[in-house]
Each structure stands twice: as structure tokens, then as C-alpha cells.
T-cell receptor
Framework: KQEVTQIPAALSVPEGENLVLNCSFT??????LQWFRQDPGKGLTSLLL?????REQTSGRLNASLDKSSGRSTLYIAASQPGDSATYLC???????????FGKGTRLSVIA | DAGVTQSPTHLIKTRGQQVTLRCSPK?????VSWYQQALGQGPQFIFQ???????QRGNFPDRFSGHQFPNYSSELNVNALLLGDSALYLC???????????FGSGTRLTVV
């Protein structure tokens, strides 16, 4: 059974800092991994999707890496802004249509 | 291109009542999954519908049931509501695993 852990649980940084969010998962037989952003009380917005054959994906100031064999993924946010304040969730997916499994996420606060 | 649409956005029900939540998937998606998210927790998988049948189910009681229509839209029904059913209910659509999941904005259910 897949289990997901995200560290740290919460993070507060000043505006402009570069930061890394960590995601670990127990079953490395994944097909891809998706990073989401969630604003308070809102739905999930997909940020990046990394296929198992890829090492990383980039979108603007966001870069996600995947080390499938070690069961780890990181989300790097460059030059953080107050608008980046949200909860970030990672979810590994497998090829058998097994539903996504989530951890509790990392709650990020970027202080102006 | 419309994403995933959920209705209603907010709902207040009394303990013991029944509720129906609705979801229209993203255009081109044929699979709908439902998640429950309690405050401060990650989303928990309820069930998944594909070709109008429940394909997979999480650890939720039979009070939770669903349906998928020929146009791929879906409903989540919860009977005999309990205070503990208060949560954000998220709908996600997908088409195979390759392109990941798209989530709606959620329905906030409060049971009083």
C-alpha cells in the first residue's frame, strides 16, 4: 500500500528565498508523480506532472525532480513570492488506475 | 476548455439527512474519482467511476454511493449524514494515467 510523506509539514520563508519541498513514497513502482497546489478551502491545482521515465520537469519558477528508485521527489521554488503561499501536495500514480494517494502536504507561507 | 466543474460550492445539512454532490469532468476525460478532505489532512480516496461503473473503492462505508452518467458526469451521494462527514469533497477527472488528474474546486459540506 502506497504511503506518502511530505517534509516539512509547514514552512515560513521571507520573500525572495529559494526553497525545496520534499516528498517521499514507499512503493517505487510508480508510473508518474504529480505536484499540486491548494489554497485554503479550494480545490487542487496541478503544477507539474513527472513521468517515471523523466528525471525532472520545469514550469516557470518551479522545478520538480523525481528519483523513483529511492522513492523521492522534490519541488524547488525559485525566488518565492507571497502569492506562492499555499499547501503543496505530491501524489504518486501507478499504471493500474490505482487512485492517487496523498500525504498531508507542506503548508508554505512566504512573508513579504 | 472548461476544467472540472463541481456543484454546489457550499452546502449545509442536518445530521441524518442525505446529500448529492455533482461533478462534470474535464472535456475528453472519461474517469471520475471522488475524494474527501478533512481540515488539515490530505485528500482521501472514496471511489472511482469508469464506463458508468464503480471501478475502485476506498475505505468508506456504504452510506457513500455514486453514479456516472453516459456523458461521464458523476454524482456522489451520502446517506444518513454524520457530523464527521463535514469536509471538502473533491472530484477529479482523468483519461488513463499518462496525463494525470484534474481536480475541481470542491464542495464544502457542513453537517450540523
Amino acid at each position: 500500500k502506497q504511503e506518502v510523506t511530505q517534509i516539512p509539514a509547514a514552512l515560513s520563508v521571507p520573500e525572495g528565498e529559494n526553497l525545496v519541498l520534499n516528498c517521499s513514497f514507499t512503493d517505487s513502482a510508480i508510473y508518474n508523480l504529480q505536484w499540486f497546489r491548494q489554497d485554503p478551502g479550494k480545490g487542487l491545482t496541478s503544477l507539474l506532472l513527472i513521468q517515471s521515465s523523466q528525471r525532472e520537469q520545469t514550469s516557470g519558477r518551479l522545478n520538480a525532480s523525481l528519483d523513483k528508485s529511492s522513492g523521492r521527489s522534490t519541488l524547488y521554488i525559485a525566488a518565492s513570492q507571497p502569492g506562492d503561499s499555499a499547501t503543496y501536495l505530491c501524489a504518486p500514480g501507478d499504471s493500474g488506475n490505482t487512485p492517487l494517494v496523498f500525504g498531508k502536504g507542506t503548508r508554505l507561507s512566504v512573508i513579504a | 476548455d472548461a476544467g472540472v466543474t463541481q456543484s454546489p460550492t457550499h452546502l449545509i445539512k442536518t445530521r441524518g439527512q442525505q446529500v448529492t454532490l455533482r461533478c462534470s469532468p474535464k472535456s475528453g476525460h472519461d474517469t471520475v474519482s471522488w475524494y474527501q478532505q478533512a481540515l488539515g489532512q490530505g485528500p482521501q480516496f472514496i471511489f472511482q467511476y469508469y464506463e458508468e461503473e464503480e471501478r475502485q473503492r476506498g475505505n468508506f462505508p456504504d452510506r457513500f454511493s455514486g453514479h456516472q452518467f453516459p456523458n461521464y458526469s458523476s454524482e456522489l451521494n451520502v446517506n444518513a449524514l454524520l457530523l464527521g462527514d463535514s469536509a471538502l469533497y473533491l472530484c477529479a477527472s482523468s483519461s488513463g494515467q499518462l496525463y494525470g488528474y484534474t481536480f475541481g474546486s470542491g464542495t464544502r459540506l457542513t453537517v450540523v
